[in-house]
């Protein structure tokens, strides 16, 4: 699926002499099957825009389209919108209700007025795609589980709509290194496997780098930059003129290079950086 903004602009408590802007006119394109991170510092609007995007927000200035269809034409389906942009929140106390967590993972489809034994399937199915088992866990309270097995259970609930779209707002938050590690691992399954545009919205610059193929920055509601990675990772002075950082592993490569090694500029992962740097040792190695 697709999404295209229009000249989206937002406001808070519009019309009140408390009002905000916190939008001001975002124009962009999200093709399908692509895996775009969002950044920018915090309260810059990035997660107002991206419930823009399964119509958590409708525009009163500007449109958004998904697969062309306006999500404020009065005659759009906003529910069938949600099920095909599936929205998962940092917190997933925000989306779990349900007593267990079979009945959590079947509201979804439940509402698509599907038969009890396609509901069936699809949890089972969505549970195996992010590494819940179903048989020891189908009837577990809900809210028994761990931290990450609750964002996993959130992810399953989304996933069992059958969405073109999965947004993740910074939903490694508050996860200790092996829970991040573990649903960063699921959702790269699940893009590749499943080709779903993914949309990365993460304060962590390691996790976006490390993710996203397209990463937009937005500073004060708008959009600053939309570029590959690499080349948004190399406008670090930029960055951090509006409070971002560099991933680690990039600072470590280019702290590197300023002491002589030679290195590529540009190293975005721990992968990239192990491979460049036996690549200089062996080059130095050669050299005695």
Known sequence: MSIEVVN???????????????LFEINLSIGEGEFVGIIGPTRSGKTTLAQHFNALHIPRRGKVLIDGLDTKDKRADLV??????GYVFQNPEYQLFAPTVGEDIAFGPLNQKLSREEVEGRVREAMAQVGLDYRALRDRDI???SGG?????AIAGVLACKPGVLVLDDITAGLDPRGREEILSVIKELHHRRNLTTIFISNSMDEVAAMAERIIVIDRGRVIMDDPTRKVFARFKELRDIGLELPEVTVLIDSLRTAGFNLPAGVLNISEALTSISAALRELEARK
């Open 8 to 22: 989206l602009s937002h406001s808070y408590k519009e019309g009140t002499p408390f009002e905000k802007q916190v």
């Open 80 to 85: 069938k919108i949600r099920h095909r942009v």
């Open 143 to 145: 809210f028994a589980l």
């Open 149 to 153: 097995q609750k964002r996993r259970a």
